[in-house]
């Protein structure tokens, strides 16, 4: 069983900054990519950030250069560090990794249960 929960997003003004969490917790051998996609009202879900176990980096566009991804390995966690926040990033934000369980099984996706995020003056 695997768990992945997130943390860190709340209220923020316009311009702000705020930063989320997520740890994966549970029976867990190796976990490859892990990303943050978010999800509007009305919109489809999309993804925000994804970083590989290389590493490799990929931003959504609108995010590039206000957002930055990370990772500990250690710790299994993957962090969104968002600065100059703007009212179209009010969303619900989802991590989700590719985890392995046990050695020679293959790998599956796992999603958190999402943070909201609002951006309002």
């Known amino acids: 069983q695997v768990q992945l929960v997130e943390s860190g997003g709340g209220l923020v003004q316009p311009g702000g900054s705020l930063r989320l969490s997520c740890a994966a917790s549970?029976?867990?051998?190796?976990?490859?990519?892990m990303a943050w996609y978010r999800q509007a009202p009305g919109k489809q879900r999309e993804l925000v950030a994804r970083?590989?176990?290389?590493?490799?980096?990929n931003y959504g566009e609108s995010v590039k250069g206000r957002f930055t991804i990370s990772r500990d390995n250690a710790k299994n966690t993957v962090d969104l560090a968002m600065s100059w926040l703007k009212p179209e990033d009010t969303a619900v934000y989802y991590c989700t990794s590719i985890i392995v369980t046990t050695e020679g099984v293959p790998p599956s996706t796992y999603w958190g249960q999402g943070t909201q995020v609002t951006v309002s003056s």
């Open positions: 970083i590989t176990s290389d590493p490799i980096i």
């Open positions: 549970g029976s867990i051998f190796r976990i490859y990519t």
